[in-house]
């Protein structure tokens, strides 16, 4: 079945690097996203990466997927109070359409002084 | 260029009555997809609209059901509301189906009393 799995809550300090992990069950997936909600709006897309790259990397941000183990990961480096938000990861079952995501349900990072 | 737009951003609505969300798609896009958000079931798919057609649905009864202009703007619609239907839905544009990212815009709110 469809099923994404992440830690429900990470504290770091400021100024240190936040690991977000996920696990996914759908090998088929062709896009894996990560997305930040903060109180009170909509989801912002953060990155994503296509089913054929091992990492990506933006500014701060990394991703990291590892297929056999259907694991990937969210790194924020010189993790700021400001990046305090719920981070959701999401697949795309091919069986499911492109376009159905399937989230998971979000870790909320807290970032303390 | 603009974000996805919803609209109202909230509502309030009574049991029985029924209920139309709006939604603008980024400039250029023609793929616009439904999301729910609560806090038992997290995000869950609802449906997505492809050149005025849709193209995957999710488990969701027929009370919910959407549709798409020429001009890609959507629309969904919610009749007999109950309790249960109050969440964040979440709309969502990408250029096309299954090649590029889903773009959330910040919701509507929808409260059942």
């Known amino acids: 079945g469809e099923d994404v799995e992440q830690s429900l809550f990470l504290s770091v300090r400021e100024g240190d690097s936040s690991v977000i992990n996920c696990t996914y069950t759908?090998?088929?997936?062709?896009?894996l996203y990560w997305y930040k909600q903060e109180p009170g709006a909509g989801l912002q897309l953060l990155t994503y990466?296509?089913?054929?790259?091992d990492m990506k990397q933006d500014q701060r941000l990394t991703v990291l997927l590892n297929k056999k183990d259907k694991h990937l990961s969210l790194r924020i480096a010189d993790t700021q109070t400001g990046d305090s938000a719920i981070y959701f990861c999401?697949?795309?079952?091919?069986?499911?359409?492109?376009?159905?995501?399937?989230f998971g349900a979000g870790t909320r990072l807290a970032v303390h002084p | 260029k603009a974000g996805v737009t919803q609209t109202p951003r909230y509502l309030i609505k009574t049991r029985g009555q029924q209920v139309t969300l709006s939604c603008s798609p980024i400039?250029?896009?023609?793929?616009v997809s439904w999301y729910q958000q609560t806090p038992g079931q997290g995000l869950q798919f609802l449906f997505e609209?492809?050149?005025?057609?849709?193209?995957n649905k999710g488990n969701f009864p027929g009370r919910f059901s959407g549709r798409q202009f020429s001009n890609s703007r959507s629309e969904m619609n919610v009749s007999t509301l109950e309790l249960g239907d109050s969440a964040l839905y979440l709309c969502?544009?990408?250029?096309?189906?299954?090649?590029?990212?889903?773009?959330f815009g910040n919701g509507t709110r929808l409260t059942v009393t």
């Open positions: 969502a544009s990408s250029l096309r189906t299954g090649e590029s990212p889903l773009h």
């Open positions: 759908d090998s088929s997936s062709t896009y």
């Open positions: 990466i296509f089913s054929n790259m």
């Open positions: 999401a697949e795309t079952p091919l069986s499911g359409g492109y376009n159905k995501l399937i």
């Open positions: 400039s250029g896009h023609r793929s």
């Open positions: 609209y492809f050149s005025e057609t849709q193209r």
